[in-house]
């Protein structure tokens, strides 16, 4: 397989306006599902809004987009979305304003699309979390985000939702029918305030208007989830055992989480705690138990030793938005240098990505992407996607994701220059 002459998706495209017979669709598509949720919109400070202006979103299902269409409807808006979004449908999204982007890549040429955004006179709707929320928190946001909105000078709106996790979180996206959900619509910068802000001023009132978390939402408001197998999946982000510390034994079935290796066990209850059966519960709190997980990364990146060692795996390749092409078979290395993917194709010709530390704030995985290839991690250039599915070995993506966070920020201090918090 020659990768020069596959069709590459066209990037450069200008963002088209959503055709006026459309946007009464999307609306409609989007109705049911926000009425069945009962989802509760509270605007603030957004008296006299209109477009032109930036709205920043959280990003936990797919019931954002659908929440964030009913509260900005009847305007037009532009999409940020990744090009996996496209597969199969790319002149639908193209026609309802969809703009495609590679996640954790330097565009400018997506600059230059958001600018023609505001130019038009319309919304441009950003989830700068870039993927869906892992356990339910803030994900780092790029600093570049305060940069934006200096370069814009239009008014700067968040939309941050609230139970769409706890409804169908990333780790298994059965939908529970959590209701009712609420969002939060917040005019947080016109143009004039934007003028005396520094980019620091603003990023740091980004990361404080994104600060979340699912799960002490859902005890705060008494919400419960009686789905009998509500904890199935969760050790995909759950993987190392606080009790023997040992990493990828932990499993889930109906209700309960459990480690293989010492057999520990943990009830998920219906608020969103855990308890373990017997004894002391370690981490009640599932945001608790993640950043316990960070914090052994952060360890290992600190002391040198982080490495995965090659990993076999699959490799398919998303050069446009019509299917994923099978690359071939390979290796994955995740280490102190960070990605680094070898393998060979089906006809003999070697491929390879390699994606140092200085590239990388985070990266985008997947679980049991599609429902049949199994966990995966999300690569990118400018020019192609790969998802690098590792097999027949003991890894967790979620881990590898911690860890490419932790090294970015251990490469930022080593040269004097560290991340604020929430950033990147």
Not at 237 to 251: G, I, K
Not at 284 to 312: A, C, F, Q
Not at 315 to 339: Q, Y
Request: glycine share 6%.
């Amino acid at each position: 397989m020659n990768q020069k002459d596959l069709e590459r998706f066209d990037m450069t495209q200008p963002p088209r306006r959503t055709a006026w017979y459309l946007r009464p669709l999307t609306y409609l598509l989007s109705a049911p599902d926000v009425l069945l949720h009962r989802a509760e919109i509270t605007k603030l400070r957004t008296e006299g809004l209109k477009p032109p202006y930036l709205l920043l979103c959280n990003h936990n299902a797919f019931l954002d987009f659908k929440v964030a269409t009913m509260a900005t409807f009847p305007h037009r808006a532009n999409y940020i979305v990744a090009i996996d979004g496209f597969i199969g449908r790319e002149k639908l999204l193209r026609q309802v304003g969809c703009i495609c982007k590679r996640k954790f890549t330097s565009d400018i040429m997506l600059i230059r699309q958001i600018r023609q955004v505001i130019q038009n006179g319309d919304i441009c709707m950003i989830y700068p979390e870039a993927r869906y929320s892992l356990c339910g928190t803030t994900a780092v946001l790029p600093a570049s985000l305060g940069t934006l909105c200096k370069f814009l000078q239009v008014p700067v709106v968040t939309l941050i939702c609230h139970g769409h996790h706890i409804n169908s979180p990333f780790w298994n996206l059965h939908r529970r029918g959590v209701k009712p959900t609420e969002a939060e619509m917040t005019l947080l910068f016109t143009p004039e305030e934007l003028k005396r802000a520094s980019a620091d001023e603003i990023n740091a009132k980004l990361v404080s208007a994104f600060q979340y978390d699912e799960y002490a939402w859902q005890k705060q408001r008494g919400i419960r989830v009686s789905y009998p197998k509500r904890a199935e999946g969760l050790e995909k982000v759950l993987y190392q055992c606080p009790h023997c510390r040992t990493e990828y034994r932990m499993a889930s079935e109906g209700t309960a989480l459990f480690c293989s290796s010492c057999g520990r066990r943990w009830q998920y209850t219906e608020l969103g705690e855990l308890k373990a059966e017997q004894g002391e519960t370690e981490f009640s709190h599932i945001p608790d138990w993640y950043e316990w997980e960070r914090m052994n990364v952060r360890k290992e990146v600190e002391e040198g030793t982080y490495d995965t060692g090659e990993l076999p795996v699959t490799v398919r390749s998303l050069p446009n938005a019509k299917k994923f092409i099978l690359l071939g078979e390979g290796t994955l290395r995740h280490d102190m240098n960070g990605f680094t993917v070898r393998g060979t194709d089906p006809d003999g010709d070697p491929f390879e990505m390699v994606k140092p530390v200085p590239s990388l704030y985070s990266c985008h995985i997947e679980y049991e992407y599609l429902g049949k290839f199994g966990d995966c991690v999300d690569l990118n250039t400018l020019e192609d996607t790969w998802y690098v599915y590792p097999h027949d070995c003991d890894f967790a993506v979620t881990k590898m994701a911690l860890a490419t966070e932790e090294l970015y920020q251990k490469e930022r201090r080593d040269r004097g220059r560290p991340c604020k918090p929430g950033l990147a």
